[in-house]
């Protein structure tokens, strides 16, 4: 018995190990997947197009970076997956931020980056294009104190929208705003608004690019503009038409621009204190103007450029009421600069001369520095200054006299206190500049802070207040000052 336990006991050890060998092998091949030349590392894995990249066996994903980690993976594998990560989460950012710029980071658990911005509108979707509506409803109250002091509470419907295609190739937007006032108690004019624009960008090239431009605006015209009736219960309601076309090519690095456009306005009667109208057809005028500009491209983010323009415009009434002739003939010149460095600063800034004769003898030609332009800069995520710069020159209605330079200055910061509120501060400085005649120069300052609370991706609040001055060295100043709180519904 003893000489036979040891070959017993090496026999039964030996069918021990036989028996549990393919058990062994199953588990390693389940644990440690192999792969046969995938066309698609995200459909091998997964077999589907677009994977949940966290249901993929044992992976994980690094706060950090957003990469996924497999031990199990070979080196090009978990590249490729990594790569694909991060370029699904490039599209879904892009979609949910549209327009805004430098939005802040999303929250730890990735809330926004994986689902969009909770709180920004989706849009209607109409065809081919994307309709991004919005109704304003809000009450307001005004102050004017100009000698004697009036107040007034006003009802305020506003609408805003714009409608963008969504093609391979070319674009068309189309944005229109307007303004609805009524008053409720008090006494003084309404300010109703209305906007629309459109822009057809074509793709004729790679290097070539033309945009097809139309609009229309209509505005009351403000009691202290220096063309204004005196003592109008309402002033006159003008109306705008523009249209153009502008064609861009690139030479290499020489860009050329050319464009031409049409502008027309009409002005309608003005409400006299006593109840009677008067005509203000003898204001109208269309004036057409042809630009050039040529540009150098010292890189992508900065363009130096010249540009130079010729415009005309022609009075339907060769005379106006007082008998002088207003058409006159305008000629700019200027040398500027266009910026991009992406979200964090862009724009397009240019200085030159501005120069508009008159058909008029016993008119006096006007001549201006001209200083034009937009900024955008962003010094942190959340945060976003916009800086503008403007000059015309406007004809006037007085007997003898040309018109006056306006130079005007605009400035709006916007910051998110939180993801879902977001502050404003907004100042302006306008100077008429009556150099051509013996009339006071004019200051007008303007003021303004507000909040807007998004509640949801459909609802928000809105509250603002607002000062404007305009004073000048002979006369009484005007001051205004404006409150008021609205709900906004958007989709």
Do not use: C
């Amino acid at each position: 018995m003893p000489r036979l336990s040891w070959p017993l006991a090496g026999l039964l050890l030996a069918g021990t190990m036989l028996a549990a060998t393919p058990a062994f092998a199953q588990q390693t091949v389940n644990e440690t997947p192999t792969f046969q030349e995938p066309l698609d590392p995200l459909v091998q894995a997964t077999g589907s197009e677009t994977p949940d990249m966290t249901a993929l066996p044992g992976a994980e994903t690094t706060a950090s970076t957003g990469a996924l980690s497999d031990p199990a993976l070979t080196g090009d594998q978990a590249e490729a997956l990594s790569e694909a990560a991060s370029d699904n989460d490039a599209i879904r950012r892009t979609a949910s931020e549209g327009e805004r710029l430098n939005l802040r980071e999303g929250s730890a658990d990735a809330t926004r980056s994986n689902f969009g911005d909770p709180y920004e509108p989706t849009g209607i979707r109409v065809g081919t294009f994307v309709l991004r509506p919005s109704i304003t409803q809000s009450i307001g109250h005004e102050r004017t104190k100009a000698g004697s002091t009036t107040r007034r509470t006003y009802s305020q419907t506003g609408f805003r929208g714009s409608l963008t295609s969504d093609w391979s190739r070319h674009q068309l937007i189309i944005n229109a705003e307007g303004i609805y006032q009524r008053n409720i108690s008090g006494t003084g004019e309404t300010e109703p608004q209305a906007r629309i624009d459109s822009d057809l960008r074509l793709d004729l090239s790679d290097d070539t690019i033309a945009n097809l431009t139309a609009g229309y605006s209509f505005e009351r015209e403000d009691s202290a503009d220096p063309n204004a009736v005196d003592g109008a219960s309402a002033q006159s309601g003008v109306h705008g038409f523009t249209a153009g076309a502008r064609v861009q090519r690139d030479f290499g690095v020489i860009r050329g621009t050319i464009g031409a456009e049409i502008d027309r306005e009409v002005y309608g009667s003005v409400k006299l204190a006593n109840g009677g109208k008067l005509s203000l057809s003898d204001r109208n005028f269309t004036e057409g103007t042809l630009t050039g500009r040529v540009g150098f491209e010292l890189s992508p983010a900065l363009i130096p450029y010249l540009e130079a323009s010729i415009g005309r415009s022609i009075y339907d009434e060769k005379r106006d009421s007082l008998g002088y002739e207003r058409s006159s003939s305008t000629v700019v010149g200027r040398a500027g600069v266009e910026i991009d460095l992406g979200e964090k600063l862009r724009g397009d800034l240019g200085m030159g001369y501005r120069r508009s004769a008159f058909d008029d003898s016993r008119l006096k030609s006007i001549a201006a520095l001209a200083l034009d332009g937009t900024l955008t800069w962003s010094p942190q995520r959340g945060t976003e200054l916009r800086l503008g710069l403007a000059t015309a020159i406007e004809p006037s209605t007085t007997a003898g006299e040309s018109g006056y330079v306006s130079y005007a200055t605009t400035a709006e910061l916007t910051h998110e206190l939180r993801e879902n509120l977001v502050a404003r501060l907004s100042g302006a400085y306008t100077w008429r500049d009556f150099r051509s005649s013996g009339s006071a120069d004019q200051n007008v300052y303007l003021v303004g802070t507000g909040l807007t609370w998004d509640l949801n991706r459909w609802l928000a609040l809105t509250g603002d207040v607002s000062y404007e001055l305009t004073s000048q060295s002979r006369g009484s100043d005007t001051g205004v000052t404006r409150a008021g709180i609205g709900l906004v519904l958007r989709r």
